[in-house]
């Protein structure tokens, strides 16, 4: 299992390095992936997670490499799609928003149980995950407000609002519907999997 998820992991990551689209986009979008895959390998042994946030966590970093190579704005899939459905914009900025509010939401779970942070109810479980996953977010675009302040026009890749005026406010909600998504969908799954650590 551990020798698969390097592979993909350094599969992708070297396809998306290849000839991307900017690479100053690429290199903004795969940091994140990169200090999550430093973490990981300093984590592993003395706090080892769960095989499906591992699996979550391959999936954001793939998502994170595909919106690095070809910029948030013309990942090619989600252009079709946008034709197809008659859409104004490429919408793959918002599965990659969906994604950081499902991964970190199971991510948080994770830590608040086995830490005992938490002793209460799985409603202020839930609720405290759902923080956690919407200060993640805020946080993030306050990065990328950051990053286009510092860097001018060569970040507008990297913020891919593509001139919808509430962008930030969108991915914003699309994190939270990807945090109460992974908590309705997966609890009892990620329950079964921490019992058995």
Do not use: C
């Not at 090619?76 to 900025?93: A, G």
């Not at 060569?154 to 406010?169: C, N, V």
């Amino acid at each position: 299992m551990k020798y698969l998820w390097l592979g993909i992991f350094f599969a992708a990551l070297i396809w998306s390095g290849v000839h991307p689209k900017d690479t100053f986009t690429w290199f903004l979008e795969v940091v994140p992936a990169l200090i999550g895959f430093v973490l990981i390998v300093f984590t592993y042994k003395k706090f080892p997670l769960t095989p499906l946030l591992y699996t979550l966590i391959l999936i954001h970093m793939i998502i994170l490499m595909v919106g690095g190579h070809y910029t948030y704005a013309e990942v090619p899939l989600f252009d079709t799609i946008k034709e197809i459905l008659h859409q104004t914009r490429n919408n793959y900025d918002k599965v990659g928003h969906f994604m950081q509010g499902f991964m970190p939401a199971i991510l948080a779970r994770e830590i608040l149980i086995r830490k005992h942070v938490v002793k209460a109810s799985k409603l202020w479980l839930n609720y405290i995950v759902l923080s956690i996953v919407l200060a993640f977010s805020a946080f993030y675009e306050l990065v990328e407000w950051w990053v286009a302040l510092s860097s001018g026009e060569d970040a507008e890749a990297f913020l891919g609002t593509q001139g919808y005026i509430w962008d930030t406010q969108s991915d914003m909600m699309m994190a939270m519907i990807g945090g109460i998504t992974a908590l309705i969908v997966l609890s009892r799954w990620h329950d079964k999997q921490l019992k058995s650590l």
